[in-house]
């Protein structure tokens, strides 16, 4: 079992599984992905992993990538703007973020 905070996965040897618990929504599954590559994780191996959910699978790839630009954003506005106890955890959220753009973009 991975932990990334509120997203845990389990393995393959184990069942295909990716869950996001915070966000129990269709976005909220799009959206564990920066969690995971917040956590340690490229977003290769993000990829691959979330590659085996058929739901993921069947999400348009060109929405997920439209989301993740003002995904990264919010987080980028709040880690220079929010509260300042909020800021650091904001600002890795959004490097983040930014890896998964990248990622999508290429």
Request: hydrophobic residues 40%; aromatic residues 6%.
């Amino acid at each position: 079992m991975l932990s990334a905070g509120r997203v845990s996965a389990i393995l393959p040897d184990r069942g295909d599984h990716a869950v996001h618990s915070s966000r129990r929504c269709l976005g909220g599954r799009r959206h564990a992905r920066p969690r995971f590559i917040e956590a340690g994780h490229t977003p290769e191996q993000t990829e691959a992993l979330l590659a085996r959910v058929p739901a993921w699978r069947s999400a348009p790839a060109d929405v997920v990538t439209g989301l993740a630009a003002p995904w990264t954003l919010f987080r980028l506005h709040k880690a220079r703007f929010g509260p300042v106890e909020g800021r650091d955890f904001r600002a890795r959220a959004a490097e983040a973020g930014r890896a998964w753009v990248r990622h999508r973009s290429r």
